[in-house]
């Protein structure tokens, strides 16, 4: 079926700066509905610049510019008015010193300012994201591993139970325990140990307001995902899927991961580590089997700008 797109419909654009990628997502609305149109994705892996003095690298922050700069050409390509596109930066740009440097640089390239969310407000867009795009019902845990930080939420339809979001990422666990190769079972151990001491101060409220079904959303999870799709078993992530993902990649001599069958160049930078966090997670949450989210907060910025616009 052919759908004719008519100026009474504009254009709106939804940006996110992760710590690991920007995402752009342009879109119409149809029958009262977003219709993605056209999507844009660059591993940017902004959290790997951050160093000692918590500033950015020049060479890293002239990577997130030189995507902003792609990002400018589609939204001209598409004619997406300036009021009509929403930018929003999470963790990486939540704790550098030199963000407003950031900004700076990249309001000329986008004509558009960039509003830096707290981890609450991501988990809020996170969840509506999900909620928008996912099927099933009850209530359900949330969990979305970033670069930089991870945010877990509970929730009933659209009703959000809980939110909470914790500083540790796949990025920021490659730089503390996945520096070295071969990875050794101690790098996961190690890795656990972080995750449980992040999660502690939340751990009872989770377990005790509980949860029907486990969605996972973002990078860590569509990497494994993508892995079982191209080996076309079940998409559904269990605990001995996991456990044997990280014996392939205890094998594996070097950091490119080449040997993992399914897994591409792209994704197999920040593998180790979200395998290290998943398998944690399952454990101290006591996750039985975990799926795909069909949307995050990408999508939760695009449902937003679309009630704004309605």
């Excluded at 939540?94 to 440097?101: L, Q, T």
């Excluded at 160049?265 to 795909?292: Q, R, V």
Aim: include cysteine; aromatic fraction near 6%; charge should be negative.
């Amino acid at each position: 079926m052919t759908v004719t797109v008519t100026a009474a419909m504009p254009a709106y654009a939804a940006i996110t700066l992760g710590s690991n990628s920007f995402n752009m997502l342009v879109a119409h609305t149809l029958n009262g509905q977003p219709t993605i149109i056209a999507k844009y994705k660059r591993k940017v892996r902004l959290a790997e610049g951050i160093g000692a003095d918590n500033r950015l690298d020049e060479a890293v922050l002239q990577r997130g510019l030189d995507c902003l700069q792609m990002f400018a050409e589609m939204l001209d390509k598409h004619q997406v008015a300036a009021e009509h596109v929403a930018v929003f930066a999470t963790a990486t740009l939540r704790v550098i010193s030199n963000a407003d440097e950031f900004h700076q640089r990249a309001l000329p390239i986008l004509g558009h300012p960039i509003e830096v969310i707290s981890g609450l407000r991501e988990a809020e867009l996170i969840y509506q994201g999900m909620a928008a795009t996912t099927e099933g019902g009850g209530q359900r845990l949330v969990i979305d591993i970033g670069g930089a930080s991870t945010e877990f939420i509970i929730g009933n339809g659209n009703q959000v139970l809980f939110k909470t979001s914790l500083d540790f990422g796949c990025v920021r666990f490659n730089q503390q325990f996945f520096k070295q190769t071969p990875y050794l079972m101690a790098d996961f151990e190690q890795a656990k140990a972080a995750v449980l001491m992040a999660l502690k101060p939340c751990l009872q409220q989770l377990t005790q307001l509980g949860w029907q079904g486990v969605v996972g959303a973002s990078g860590a999870v569509q990497s494994v995902v993508s892995v079982l799709h191209h080996r076309e078993l079940s998409e559904i992530i269990t605990l001995k899927v996991l456990h044997r993902f990280r014996d392939e990649v205890l094998a594996q001599q070097n950091e490119s991961l080449h040997h993992i069958q399914g897994l591409s160049a792209e994704k197999a930078p920040t593998f180790a580590s979200g395998i290290a966090i998943l398998i944690a997670l399952f454990e101290l949450l006591d996750i039985e089997s975990l799926n795909l989210s069909g949307g995050a907060l990408r999508e939760g910025v695009l449902s937003m700008l679309a009630a704004r616009m309605a």
